[in-house]
C-alpha cells in the first residue's frame, strides 16, 4: 500500500493535477512512514560514531548480541501471557460479552455517526470493531474495521475521498480506550515487576482522555471541512 | 481520584478472569475446550515479533551502550523539561504512531534499563499500552478501500497521539 501511494506521489500528472495544499498532506504521511528507517539507521550510524570518538568501538558489537539476544527473549517469554490472554479473550467473544458490549453502546454510536443508517451493516462492523478494541483483540479487531470501511465505503459512493463516518471512524479506533495492555503487562514481569499490573489504571484514564479529545478534535473539523469538496 | 485508578488496577483483571468463563459457562460454552481453542494461537503471535523486536533492540542498544543516548539525553532534556517529557522516553514516542512491534522494543530497553517500577519505566508501560499505531491504521484501512484524500484524518490522529502521551505523563506522575 505505502509502495503504491510512493508511485502515485511521484507521478509529473500527480503533480499538475492536485492542489498544492494535498501534496503537502500526502508528503507529509510519506514523510512520516520513511522516519521509521531513518530514526532505525540514526540510531545505528549515530551510536557507532559516538562509539568512535569515545575510543571504545568494541562495545558497539557486545551490544548489537546482546540486543539480539534480550529480543528473542522477550519474545519467548511474551508466549505464555499472550497465549493466556488469547484464551480468556476467546471465552469472551463466545459467550457472547463482545455482542454485549456492542448493544450496550449503540446509542452512543448514533450520536457518533449521524450520517450512518443506524440499521447500517456498517454500524455493527464499527461497534464490533470498537469493542474488540477496547478488550484488547487486535486480531479480532482489524478484519472488523476492514468490514466496516467496505461498508462505509458503499455509503460514500465509492468516491477516493473520506467520508466524515470514516474520519471519525478512525478518529476513534487510533485513539480507543484499552483495558487490559496486555503485552506490556508480560514485558513488566518479565523484568520482576512488583506489581506488573499497576500500570491498567493509568492507561484506561489516559485512553479514555485522548478518547474524549479525539471525539471533540473530530467534531470541531466536521463543522470546519463541511461544504469542502474533500 | 488516584486511588481509585490504583484500585481499578488491582481489580481489573481478576474481575475479567472471574466474570468472563462465569458468563461462558452460563451461556453453555464448553469453557476449557473454548479456552485452549483461543490460546493456541499464542506461540506464532508471540514468536512473530522476534523480527521487529532483535531490529529494534540491536538498534537501541548500539546507541545506548556507545553514550550516544547520553549525548542526546543532555542536549534535550532542557528543551523537553519545559513541556514535562523525560528525554529517555523520546525515541518512544516518536516510534509510536509509527510501528507498534518498534516501539514494543524501546519500552522494553527503557524498562530494563530503569527497572519496571521506576518512573520512566512506569511511563514508557503507560504510553505503549495507551498509544497505537495511526498511521499504520490510517495506510491500512484507507488503502484497503482505495481512499486517497484522507482530509483530517491525520490531525485528529496525531492529535490523539499527542493527547495520550501528555495524558500519560500527567497520570503517571500524578498516581505514583
Redesign the interface.
Known sequence: ??Q??HA?RFHILYYLSTPLH?VA?DN??AG??A??NY??LG??V??????AV?G?IE??T???L???N???K???S??AI????????????????VRALAWLVRPIMRFLFPSVPKDHPAMGAMVMNLSANILGLG?AA?PM??IA??E??TLNQ?R???SDA??TF??L????I????T??IG??LL?????????????????A???A??IL??RM??L??AGRR? | MFTLIAELSRWAIPMILLIVPVVAVLRGVKVYETFVDGAEAGFTTAIKTIPYLVAMLVAISIFRASGAMEVLVTNLSPLLNLVGLPAEVLPHAIMRPLSGGAALGIASDIIKTYGPDSFLGRLASTMQGSCDTTFYVLTLYFGSVGIKRYRYSIISGLVADLTTLAASVFIVRAVF
Open positions: 500500500m505505502t503504491l501511494r502515485h494535498r498532506v507529509l504521511i512520516v512512514v522516519v521509521v530514526v532505525w540510531m545505528i549515530f551510536g557507532i560514531i559516538v562509539a569515545n571504545n562495545v558497539v557486545m551490544a548489537a546482546e540486543g539480539a534480550n529480543a528473542v522477550i519474545s519467548i511474551l508466549i499472550i497465549t493466556f490472554w488469547l484464551g480468556i479473550m476467546k471465552l469472551a467473544e463466545e459467550a457472547g460479552l486480531n482489524t474495521g476492514l470501511m467496505r462505509l465505503q465509492g477516493d475521498t473520506a470514516m474520519c478512525l478518529a479506533n487510533t485513539s480507543c484499552t483495558l487490559i495492555p503485552t506490556i514485558i513488566r523484568y520482576g515487576s512488583t506489581d506488573p499490573t499497576d500500570i491498567v489504571g493509568p492507561t484506561i484514564m489516559a485512553t482522555f485522548s478518547m479529545v479525539a478534535v473530530d473539523l466536521r470546519y471541512y474533500w
